[in-house]
T-cell receptor
Framework: DSGVTQTPKHLITATGQRVTLRCSPR?????VYWYQQSLDQGLQFLIQ???????AKGNILERFSAQQFPDLHSELNLSSLELGDSALYFC???????????FGSGTRLTVV | GQNIDQPTEMTATEGAIVQINCTYQ??????LFWYQQHAGEAPTFLSY????GLEEKGRFSSFLSRSKGYSYLLLKELQMKDSASYLC??????????FGDGTTLTVKP
C-alpha cells in the first residue's frame, strides 16, 4: 500500500456518460497530480493541485475537470466520454513540488 | 515544451548489467526521476538526480549530466523480476514532472 488511495479500481461505462474518479493523497502530501496512461503509451500529465489550488495544467481536455478539496482529496471528472478515453488514470501525490511522487494503484476506465 | 527520449525496448540476460539511456530538452530543469512500472501497476520511484554525477542505490544507479541533457539508469545483477517498464521523468521549476514513454526491459534466463 503506497498510501495514495484511488477509487474505484475499475469502471466500465458507456459513451456519452460522466464519471468521477477519486484520490486521497498520502498523509502529509499537499500536491496531487493526475495522469492518463492509454494502452502501451506513456504517462500523460493532466493537472496538478497544491493545497487546494490548481498549480499546473497539461493536455487536459475541456471535457475533463478536477478539483482538490480542503481535506486534500481530489476528484477528476470526465464527461461526454468517448471510446478513446479508455485508459488507466493515475493519481500521485508528493509533499512538495520537485520531489518524487507516490502513485496510487490507478483507476482503469473502460468506455464501451 | 519538453522532449524526452528513451529507447522503446531492451533485452538483457539474467545476472547481466543493462544501461537505459534518457535524453531530454527542457527549460527550467529542476531534477530527473526514474520510475519502474510493471504492466498494469502503478509506477514506483527509483531515483532522483538533481546534480551531475552518479547516485547509487543497491543494484540500481542513476547518472545525470545537466549540460548534456542526459541521464542513464544502470541495473546490475539483473533478476527476472526486473522485467518492467522504466520511465524517465523530468521535473521543472513549474513543479510538474513530464514522463518519457518508457523503456520496456525484458530479462531472459
Amino acid at each position: 500500500d503506497s498510501g495514495v488511495t484511488q477509487t474505484p479500481k475499475h469502471l466500465i461505462t458507456a459513451t456519452g456518460q460522466r464519471v468521477t474518479l477519486r484520490c486521497s493523497p498520502r498523509s502529509g502530501d499537499l500536491s496531487v497530480y493526475w495522469y492518463q496512461q492509454s494502452l502501451d503509451q506513456g504517462l500523460q500529465f493532466l493537472i496538478q493541485y497544491y493545497n487546494g489550488e490548481e498549480r499546473a495544467k497539461g493536455n487536459i481536455l475541456e471535457r475533463f475537470s478536477a478539483q482538490q478539496f480542503p481535506d486534500l482529496h481530489s476528484e477528476l471528472n470526465l464527461s461526454s466520454l468517448e471510446l478513446g478515453d479508455s485508459a488507466l488514470y493515475f493519481c500521485a501525490s508528493s509533499v512538495a513540488t520537485g520531489v518524487g511522487y507516490t502513485f496510487g494503484s490507478g483507476t482503469r476506465l473502460t468506455v464501451v | 515544451g519538453q522532449n524526452i527520449d528513451q529507447p522503446t525496448e531492451m533485452t538483457a540476460t539474467e545476472g547481466a548489467i543493462v544501461q537505459i539511456n534518457c535524453t531530454y530538452q527542457t527549460s527550467g530543469f529542476n531534477g530527473l526521476f526514474w520510475y519502474q512500472q510493471h504492466a498494469g501497476e502503478a509506477p514506483t520511484f527509483l531515483s532522483y538526480n538533481v546534480l551531475d554525477g552518479l547516485e547509487e542505490k543497491g543494484r540500481f544507479s542513476s547518472f545525470l549530466s545537466r549540460s548534456k541533457g542526459y541521464s542513464y539508469l544502470l541495473l546490475k545483477e539483473l533478476q527476472m523480476k526486473d522485467s518492467a517498464s522504466y520511465l524517465c521523468a523530468v521535473s521543472t521549476n513549474a513543479g510538474k514532472s513530464t514522463f518519457g514513454d518508457g523503456t520496456t526491459l525484458t530479462v531472459k534466463p
